[in-house]
């Protein structure tokens, strides 16, 4: 069982909804998973969090250990440990689109704050599950279904688009990986080129949107990583990696749920023609 299918079954297992083979099987995930690990026990920590609150309008001391408890699950978070290459991450924010998809567990940690309020969330959760949830769901549909990427005729307009609009062309290999094809998408009302690579059952998502689109916070440039002579911004949570850099005018985003393709030796652009 993959990260993606493990967080897909979560909540059922959170709220003993799945079967026993699925609960079986997220658990073992869970116990060979930091990442997916981190967020069962911040989502089961909202859920007895929620029951409690339901139970009763006055502070109990349960109540008041498990918004402790809550509060510990996100200090936990914020101080897991990164990547030797790259210190801790911040959210890059999509400043065009503050509307974005979050998906349920935004939604349970919206209602967090309303039954807590607003301060007890002060680790940016929120910002973190808009700014990356729309991308990683993007490369998860694509890996699911690389056929839909198969289209030489559609691969190559997209490419010219891209190159035409934004300076910016992909090779069409990178390492041991084969580029799969590309195509125009919409992600949550963002324009962008999706582009797909793989080797053998290993996938890469290579996203280039308009980096007129997108702010990069100030203290998200703190956490820069200098490779190949390129800068870096690498965000590596949830069991799907995602790594930033800008070209000119184009935001390249590169995406993989499997822990060994180092995405900072991934470098799509090629040299336009």
Known sequence: MNCQEALSLLYDVIDKEASEIDTRQVEEHLRNCRDCSGVYRLERSVNELL???????????????????????????????QPEESPKKKPV?????????????????????????AAWLGNSILTDHAAFLPLEEAHWAAQDNLDLYRNQVVTSLTRLDTRQSLAYDVAEDINSFTLVGG???????????HFVYHNENRVVSVFVIDAAMVTLPADLLE????????????????????VYHQVGNALVVTA??????????????????
């Open 183 to 193: 195509q125009s998408e919409t992600v949550d009302d963002v324009p962008l080129t």
């Open 223 to 242: 956490t820069l990583v200098t490779r190949h002579g390129i800068q870096f911004y690498d965000h590596n949570c949830r069991g799907c990696r995602l």
């Open 256 to 273: 993989t749920t499997h822990r060994d393709i180092e995405l900072l030796d991934f470098v799509p652009d090629r040299t336009p023609v």
């Open 93 to 117: 924010e999509t400043a065009a689109q503050p509307a974005l998809r979050l998906g349920r567990a935004l939604a349970i940690a919206a209602s967090v704050i309303v039954v807590i309020g």
């Open 51 to 81: 029951q409690e609150k339901l139970k009763s309008q006055q502070s109990t001391p349960r109540l008041d250990s498990l918004k402790a408890k809550l509060l510990n699950e996100l200090d936990q978070i914020d101080c897991a440990d």
